[in-house]
């Protein structure tokens, strides 16, 4: 490699960093908390408590479900039900004021299968904070795609790093950190060493941040293709004014998908369906399977499954990439290991600050001590 | 440490651990949505061997000072 395209890499690596600097330390601040959500929302009582099933007192219906949601909102419509894999004893209601209103003004509220009590509000709480702060900096879709945008600058940083690994290290053993040698020299050490060992977790938790951050425009992608291929027999027809049974829905449902669970109900009008059709998504019981979703598309008024299909690829992807970025997919021991390699990270940033402010800093001097010399 | 100071490391030696790292992670990464319980395990040692070896290093040289 020459020294020129070493330099003009370099620039590449400083200024990709050092433009999304601000946002990435934002990204992993608030980001280390939201890796113990589940923990801390229980911590601080945000976490609904489910109460016990008793096997003599049976379940309640969807319908009994859904009609102590709509008691609990007066004035308010359905737009989805959720069934949570990791709290069976409770169904998640999204109440809004209209079924096409914006997510943001959406009221998530637990509900007991026990006894259709409601258990208490979901999604809320400093965690709720710090996920709009992370997610879109609360200014919507224009936020979501400026800090997608940082984090391409961040793979960007990842990528050129890598390329100047071998020029900056060549003559160092792997993981050599030369404490006699300056403060600057050392944290471009810590700097390295960190940088490239945890270069694949940071590529994969920069890349699906990333991809989530547009998952508005796949989201909408999906629904003018793949969606509006299956509702087009449906086009024009109003919002039914007298819906099907929800259990008569469910069991539609996963008849026409054996194997599999609903994970979420959304009701006709909704952005997940049309506007005559419930749409079940469907999830397997597996690691894998049970982030591939499925979606059952059914007849608003009678209920009869009219159409199901796998999701695209990018859908996929999206799906796939959530627990890849917030590490929640392998218990405790992963969160602790992703929170440790989060603060890894901000050392990285950190630490390539300081190199950028002491190289500057540096620079004046030497070109004074030595005339003509570039710096 | 304790190597000559003319020695040379060789590029396996610079490069070589790296891309291990990268390997082991890549595997932890999705081992814990193919093998099941295993798997989580498999997923906790390739993703933690990244903070074992900078740990290792670190402490071997004196710690974060």
């Known amino acids: 490699m020459t020294a020129g395209t070493v330099r003009i890499i370099r620039l590449v690596h400083q200024w990709s960093s050092l433009i999304s600097t601000v946002f990435l330390l934002l990204l992993c601040l608030t980001g280390l908390p939201l890796i113990f959500h589940h923990e801390i929302d229980e911590w601080l009582g945000y976490a609904p408590q489910a109460k016990p099933v008793l096997e003599r007192g049976g379940k309640a219906t969807v319908n009994e479900i859904a009609r102590a949601a709509l008691a609990h909102a007066p004035g308010k419509v359905l737009q989805y039900l959720a069934w949570d894999r990791d709290a069976p004893g409770l169904v998640i209601a999204y109440t809004n004021h209209a079924v096409d209103g914006p997510p943001d003004d959406a009221v998530l509220t637990a509900f007991n299968i026990a006894d259709t009590s409601a258990a208490g509000p979901v999604g809320t709480g400093p965690m709720l904070i710090l996920l709009k702060l992370h997610t879109d900096m609360y200014v919507g879709l224009a936020g979501k795609l400026y800090l997608g945008g940082m984090g391409l600058l961040f793979l960007i940083a990842i990528v050129s790093g890598v390329v100047l690994y071998w020029p900056f290290t060549r003559r160092l053993d792997f993981g050599s950190l030369r404490r006699n040698a300056s403060r600057r020299v050392l944290w471009l050490d810590w700097h390295n060493l960190i940088g490239i060992t945890t270069l694949v977790w940071a590529i994969v938790v920069g890349g699906t941040g990333v991809i989530n951050s547009w998952a508005e425009l796949m989201l909408m992608r999906w629904q003018a293709t793949e969606l509006a291929g299956m509702v087009a027999p449906y086009a024009g027809m109003p919002r039914p004014s007298q819906l099907a049974s929800l259990d008569q829905v469910v069991t539609n449902a996963r008849a026409a998908a054996p194997a599999m669970e609903i994970a979420f109900l959304a009701f006709p009008g909704t952005p997940f369906t049309s506007s005559h059709h419930f749409a079940a998504f469907m999830r397997g019981d597996q690691p894998l399977t049970s982030r591939l979703l499925k979606p059952v598309l059914l007849d608003g008024v009678t209920g009869e499954v009219t159409g199901a299909a796998e999701l695209p690829i990018y859908l996929k992807a999206l799906f796939v990439s959530q627990p890849l970025h917030f590490g929640d997919y392998a218990g405790l021991p992963l969160k602790i290991i992703w929170a440790v390699l989060d603060l890894f990270t901000i050392v990285v940033i950190g630490s390539g600050l300081y190199l950028w402010i002491a190289r500057t800093r540096r620079r004046p001097q030497r070109a004074a001590m030595v005339p003509g010399r570039r710096a | ?65």
């Open chain 2, 1 to 65: 440490m304790n190597r000559p100071p003319q020695r040379k490391p060789s590029v396996a030696g610079v490069v070589g651990p790296p891309l291990a790292l990268a390997a082991i992670s890549a595997i932890g990464l999705v081992a814990a949505f193919a093998l099941g319980p295993i798997g989580e395990v498999l997923c906790w040692l390739g993703v933690g061997a990244p903070v074992a070896v900078v740990a290792w290093f670190g402490l071997r040289s004196g710690g974060l000072r």
